[in-house]
């Protein structure tokens, strides 16, 4: 139940189980995807990779597994992600590959000695020397494999450079027994920095060089002037990209295809072999699932999740995540949370699923648990939010402003609320602020592609089903009866139309489907605003559910559907009441 | 003369002397005789930034509070 599920079962035919380790944002998920084609997903911070996975390695004829480990800088634990890592080596292996980033041998040492001294045969990857050298740091490999008494490969993993011979010493190494001395962790400390000092070189460039466009953006993004100016500016344009992109999409591509050629080409074809009536209409009627299981999904939110992806995965892979953290430090811990909590926060803005996984990261549990509710209940998902921005959007854009605007203050307060509650304290905050790094043309538009694959085969069979279900109690009436039991919340407390009540069904399945069966319904401003308002807060979807239960437990889940769900009808209530205020006032 | 981090001078070279018992901190490069440099104090009680190895670390102001530090 997870949106980015990848392999955790070892192929039983393996005949190695070789681990891939290394400190934070070293690029060990990059060599996993250049090893075993399993595309992980990578960027530019720390805490990517929160669980591991496996993947099937090929070298002379044998099979191993490869196991992609969460970034750790040391094995002692911090947090989650560092305790699976832990596990993993408890375990046992028959071989490590560690990765060394070159830009910061040190640190990266200090690991590499605690690695070894579990005594598995150990390879080093000294990674990104390319990126060393224009920062004017070389290294001496063979001085550095004599110091750790393993081998040694310089390479560069995106461009695939080093691997080869990487594998190759993997293997060979399986069968050595290696024996290394235990230290204490201040003789680590000392080690490390000894071994760093003898192979680097560092050449003092800064001063003959000028400073290129991303490195002077670098300084600039961390200090509130002229940072704040810049992220606000990039919020906005990110926002506008999403909105004026998606609807040109939809609008001008797909729509006309859609209405032009799918729908009569359905109907052309459902017609010849299905007599019109109740089977008809289920399938190509006024809610027929190959009609509005296409339309939805494809025509109308499509186009926003891919505009998004290419925002997500632009302020990924430039590093740009956790000076955004940095910037609002300051106001996060007014809600109980550090500004390290602003990147799940923010990928929940894609799926909660990723979101909820990303707080293994998280140093507490109660940061854990205050970000977990926080998602699900204010933090609406792509296709929600692209559903969001149909929905009102063609009506005003400042609807879709109001609702971003309610939810910002519901996140507010309910972080306040659950600071008080949830026993514990969050640590505050110490990240690492990686360098910003133009990305990659190819690897962001892989990694778009990857993510649009996945929320097209994740959406489409719940959705097919879910709207399926909907037609079919449309046509059979049990929805005019299930409307009539509910009327009094829906009519009365809500004042939306009997027939709304289908969306506090579907939007079980798939939260877009919360809020598109409203399109069709006629509604006016305030009922819009009302729809919109509930759907923004109501219940995780099935598969948010499921990774709640799984993460915590099935009780917190149950916790949150509650809240959400009591929240959602709340907040519904209080904007239509507001909304009739007025026209009384008005009336007046 | 000794002084916490916060109240360093902005891009002057300093030296911490003690730190809080931190194994994050530690692994950062926040330790005991590292050289650094107070790059931004973050608005609104947010963090410090400094630069240690050539990598920029953001530290709570709370606990950069308590980072001993002398200037080199």
């Not at chain 1, 505009?307 to 996060?332: C, K, T």
């Not at chain 1, 602020?433 to 649009?452: D, E, F, I, S």
Request: charged fraction near 20%; include cysteine; hydrophobic fraction near 50%.
């Amino acid at each position: 139940m997870s949106c980015h599920e990848i392999s955790k079962k070892i192929d039983p035919d393996a005949k190695y189980k070789i681990l891939l380790m290394g400190n934070p944002n070293v690029g060990k998920s990059v060599v996993f995807s250049k090893y075993t084609g399993i595309e992980a997903i990578t960027a530019n911070y720390p805490g990517t990779t929160v669980s591991y996975s496996v993947g099937n390695i090929f070298h002379d004829n044998t099979k191993a597994a490869l196991i992609d480990v969460p970034g750790t800088y040391s094995l002692e634990v911090t947090s989650e992600a560092e305790e699976i890592a832990r596990e993993m080596l408890d375990s046992g292996a028959d071989s490590i590959i560690a990765v060394l980033d070159a830009t910061n041998l040190e640190r990266n040492l200090n690991l590499a000695l605690e690695i070894l001294e579990y005594n598995i045969p150990t390879v080093f990857l000294l990674n990104m020397v390319d990126v060393a050298e224009r920062k004017g740091i070389t290294v001496d490999v063979k001085e550095l494999r004599n110091l750790l008494g393993a081998p040694v490969i310089p390479g560069i993993a995106v461009l695939g450079r080093g691997l080869n011979r990487l594998i190759e010493n993997t293997y060979r190494s399986i069968d050595q027994k290696p024996q290394y001395p235990k230290l204490t962790q201040a003789e680590k400390w000392e080690k490390a920095k000894e071994i760093a000092k003898s192979v680097q070189k560092k050449e003092d460039i800064s001063e003959n060089r000028t400073k290129n466009f991303w490195e002077k953006l670098d300084d600039l993004t961390v200090s509130p002037w002229p940072g704040l100016p810049i992220a606000i500016g990039i919020m906005v344009s990110a926002m506008g990209l999403i909105v004026g992109g998606g609807k040109a999409i939809r609008s001008v591509l797909l729509l006309p295809l859609f209405n032009g050629y799918y729908v009569p080409f359905m109907e052309g074809l459902v017609s010849r072999f299905v007599e019109p009536g109740l089977l008809y209409n289920i399938l190509v009627g006024e809610l027929g699932f190959l009609i509005k299981g296409i339309e939805w999904p494809i025509a109308l939110v499509l186009p926003y999740v891919f505009f998004f992806y290419i925002v997500l995965s632009f302020l990924e892979d430039s590093g740009f995540m956790p000076r955004l953290g940095i910037l609002v430090d300051g106001l996060m811990q007014k809600i109980g949370l550090q500004g390290g909590s602003i990147i799940p926060i923010f990928l929940g803005y894609g799926c909660a699923v990723p979101a909820i996984l990303g707080t293994r990261a998280a140093t507490s549990e109660k940061e854990r648990k205050i970000i977990s509710t926080i998602v699900p209940l204010a933090v609406p998902c792509v296709s929600q939010l692209g559903a969001l921005i149909v929905l009102l959007g063609d009506y005003s854009f400042t609807l879709v402003l109001a609702v971003l605007v309610i939810s910002f203050l519901v996140m507010i307060i309910a972080g306040k609320i659950l600071d008080k509650v949830i026993p514990g304290k969050v640590n505050p905050i110490i990240i690492e602020v990686p360098n910003l790094l133009q990305p990659n043309l190819q690897a962001l538009l892989r990694k778009v592609r990857m993510r649009l694959k996945h929320f097209i085969l994740e959406a489409e069979l719940p959705m097919i089903l879910a709207i399926g279900f909907a037609a079919l109690m449309f046509e059979t009436g049990a929805l005019i009866r299930f409307g009539e039991i509910i009327s009094p919340l829906v009519v009365n407390w809500l004042g939306l139309p009997q027939e709304a009540s289908i969306v506090l069904i579907l939007g079980i399945v798939r939260r877009e489907l919360a809020v598109l069966p409203l399109m069709d319904m006629g509604l006016g401003i305030q009922q819009l605003m009302v729809g919109a308002s509930v759907a923004m807060f109501y219940m995780p979807c099935v598969a948010v559910f499921g990774v709640l239960a799984k993460e915590f437990s099935f009780r917190f889940a149950l916790k949150i559907a509650f809240l959400t769900t009591s929240v959602a009808l709340l907040i519904g209530g209080i904007v239509n009441q507001v909304f009739n205020l007025f026209a009384l006032l008005g009336v007046a | 003369m000794t002084m916490t981090m916060t109240t360093f001078t902005r891009n002057r070279l300093g030296k911490i002397l003690t730190t809080p018992d931190s194994t994050l901190l530690k692994v950062l490069g926040v330790r005991e005789g590292k050289n650094f440099t107070l790059k931004v104090m973050q608005p609104f009680g947010g963090p410090v930034i400094v630069e240690i190895d050539n990598r920029k670390i953001a530290i709570s102001r709370a606990i950069a509070d308590d980072i001993a530090v002398v200037e080199c």
